[in-house]
């Protein structure tokens, strides 16, 4: 199951009386770009999201959530799990990310986790940010996660912990596919 994060950000800026032009001003994306995530026809990377849902006030976790009764615990089985698959680079290339929610039904979580698949090694190295801190944990495969103006191989096992604000990407290192636990906070 994909989730429809497209149709809730246009939700939101529709509720603010919002062009697409307003909203690519105040986040920096195009106004291109913002139509295709409301569309549906791209699926933003996290950091994107991220900065949309700072932009609207709003948790990440609004976009994944369901219009459920707010819930004290969760426990989404493996083949419940939400698929965003889509994501697409600002060049118009795809990062070979597959995104898995791993929490998706509980309201005002303070921590956004997912299982990341890489696939393939992207081809540009374009670094993102924003606000909150990042926990990865490889769970198979090697990694090159680049923060700022520094490069840091990462192999199963390792994991790191940073401030979102610094500029990074994470890349898979060769052929094999690498997976990830990624806990995202706002």
């Known amino acids: 199951m994909e989730y429809n994060?497209?149709?809730?950000?246009?939700?939101?800026r529709k509720m603010r009386k919002l062009t697409l032009q307003d909203v690519a001003r105040e986040t920096g994306f195009s106004p291109a770009l913002i139509?295709?995530?409301?569309?549906?026809n791209v699926s933003p990377?996290?950091?994107?999201?991220?900065?949309?849902a700072r932009f609207f006030d709003v948790k990440m976790g609004h976009f994944f959530e369901e219009e459920e009764e707010d819930?004290?615990?969760?426990?989404v089985r493996k083949p419940?799990?939400?698929?965003?698959?889509?994501?697409?680079?600002?060049?118009?290339?795809?990062?070979?990310?597959?995104?898995e929610a791993l929490a998706y039904r509980k309201r005002n979580k303070k921590m956004e986790p997912?299982?990341?698949?890489?696939?393939?090694?992207?081809?540009?190295?374009?670094?993102y940010s924003h606000e909150g801190e990042e926990f990865l944990l490889i769970l198979k495969g090697g990694a090159e996660l680049i923060l700022?103006?520094?490069r840091i191989l990462l192999g199963e096992g390792d994991s790191v912990y940073f401030d979102s604000?610094?500029?990074?990407?994470?890349?898979s290192l060769g052929l094999e596919e690498l997976q990830v636990l990624a806990v995202v906070t706002r």
Request: aromatic residues 6%.
């Open 5 to 12: 994060i497209g149709p809730k950000i246009k939700k939101l």
């Open 35 to 40: 139509s295709q995530i409301e569309n549906n």
């Open 45 to 52: 990377p996290l950091a994107t999201l991220s900065k949309i």
């Open 71 to 75: 819930l004290k615990y969760e426990v």
């Open 80 to 99: 419940d799990r939400r698929v965003i698959s889509r994501v697409i680079s600002k060049a118009g290339t795809t990062h070979g990310y597959t995104y």
């Open 114 to 127: 997912f299982l990341l698949t890489i696939s393939e090694r992207a081809a540009e190295e374009t670094l």
């Open 148 to 150: 700022e103006d520094e």
């Open 165 to 171: 604000s610094l500029r990074h990407r994470l890349l």
